[in-house]
């Protein structure tokens, strides 16, 4: 079945989390933290681990993300985790890859199994979409 909402991101924070020992590249590595809320057919909020290669002036770069989601998947409420990458280049996204973390999921999203995506508009709306199962 899918499932699809907004969300908007708030509280993004850098960490002191580094590499060890430090390798020097042309882009960066950056961890952050954020928070995301979310409506639509998914309601409620995440926290988020945030790893990052990026360079903002040209837009380009990757990013590999650890969300932990409390809410409803339409009437089902509970926790899972959630992890997501993909590489930008100015507007454009690519490599993309996006899982439930099996095993994870708590109350009535026990179970939960799946795979989904982000799109964002040109006005900068965040879409998300879960593509679900749940296991017997």
Known sequence: M???????????????????P?????????????QKHYSGDIVGHSSTLFTSAFDPA???????????????IGDRAGTFNFLHSASARGK?????????????????????TGSGGISIDPDDTHHIWFDIEFAP
């Open 22 to 34: 430090p390798v020097e590249t042309a882009l960066a590595v950056g961890v952050h933290t954020m």
């Open 58 to 72: 040209l837009g380009v770069g990757s990013y590999v993300a650890m969300e932990s989601f409390e809410g409803a």
């Open 92 to 112: 454009e996204r690519g490599n993309e890859f996006f899982a439930i973390v099996e095993g994870s999921g708590t109350g009535d999203l026990k179970g939960l």
């Open 2 to 20: 899918r499932v699809r909402g907004t969300f908007k991101t708030t509280d993004f924070k850098a960490t002191s989390l580094a590499v060890v």
